[in-house]
C-alpha cells in the first residue's frame, strides 16, 4: 500500500472521458479533410480513438498533426469552426416533395433556414455544419412527410412544434450531452400535420458502432 501511495503523479495514466475521444476524432476527419490523412489511415486512427483508455495512448494518436502539439483536454463545450473551403453563403431552405433532400457534412447554416417535407423525407445534420450565428432557428413542418434534425453532442436544443395527428419530438439522445455556457443554441419550431419531425443527439459521423454504447 506504502508504495502505491509513494508512487510519482503520472499524468499519461489518467483515465479520458468520451469527450476527450470525440475532440481526438474531430482532428483527425480534419486532417483527413485537408489531404494530410487517407481513408484507411482515418479509420484505423479512428479505431486507437475509441479504443483509447488514457491520456498516454490517446496523445500519440495526432501528436504529427497538430504544430501546437498533442490535443488537451477541452476547457469549454467545442464550438466547430468553418472549413477553410466553406462558402459562407449558406442554404436558407430544404425541401422536399414526394422526395428526399439531405443536408449533411460540411455545410453552412444560416441565422434562419426553413425546412418542409411534403410525402418526404428532409434531413438537417448539424454535426459537421457550420452555424453562421451563435444561435440558429430551424422552422421545420411538414405533411404526411418527416424531418429530421440531427445534433452534436455540444448543441443546445430547444424544440417548440405543434404535432397535429403526427409528432414534434426530441428523440433519445444516442451520445451524452456536452452543453455548456458557449455551446451554440438551435430552435427548432414549426408543425407536423400526420407526418413526424424529430430532433436527436447523435454521435458525430464515422464514430465505429461498436464504441458508441447505449443512453
Not at 37 to 51: G, M, N
Not at 102 to 118: D, I, M, Y
Not at 134 to 149: D, L, P, Q, Y
Not at 190 to 212: D, H
Request: glycine share 8%.
Amino acid at each position: 500500500m506504502g508504495e502505491i501511495e509513494n508512487r510519482p503523479h503520472d499524468p499519461s495514466q489518467m483515465r479520458i472521458s468520451d469527450a476527450d475521444r470525440q475532440r481526438v476524432a474531430d482532428v483527425l476527419r480534419d486532417a483527413a479533410g485537408d489531404g494530410r490523412l487517407d481513408i484507411d489511415e482515418l479509420e484505423e486512427r479512428l479505431e486507437q480513438t475509441f479504443a483509447a483508455k488514457t491520456y498516454g495512448e490517446l496523445v500519440p494518436i495526432t501528436l504529427d498533426l497538430q504544430a501546437t502539439g498533442p490535443v488537451a483536454p477541452p476547457a469549454s463545450a467545442p464550438v466547430r469552426r468553418p472549413h477553410p473551403g466553406l462558402p459562407m453563403v449558406g442554404h436558407t431552405s430544404s425541401t422536399a416533395i414526394m422526395g428526399e433532400t439531405k443536408r449533411q457534412g460540411l455545410w453552412s447554416v444560416p441565422e434562419n433556414h426553413t425546412a418542409f417535407a411534403l410525402m418526404g423525407s428532409v434531413v438537417i445534420d448539424l454535426r459537421e455544419a457550420h452555424l453562421q450565428a451563435h444561435e440558429t432557428h430551424i422552422n421545420a413542418s411538414t405533411i404526411m412527410g418527416e424531418v429530421k434534425i440531427i445534433v452534436p453532442a455540444h448543441m443546445h436544443v430547444v424544440v417548440d412544434g405543434t404535432p397535429i395527428m403526427g409528432d414534434y419530438t426530441q428523440g433519445k439522445d444516442k451520445v451524452p450531452s456536452e452543453v455548456g455556457p458557449e455551446s451554440p443554441t438551435v430552435r427548432v419550431k414549426g408543425m407536423s400535420l400526420m407526418g413526424s419531425v424529430n430532433v436527436q443527439r447523435l454521435p458525430a459521423p464515422g464514430t465505429p458502432k461498436k464504441y458508441l454504447g447505449t443512453y
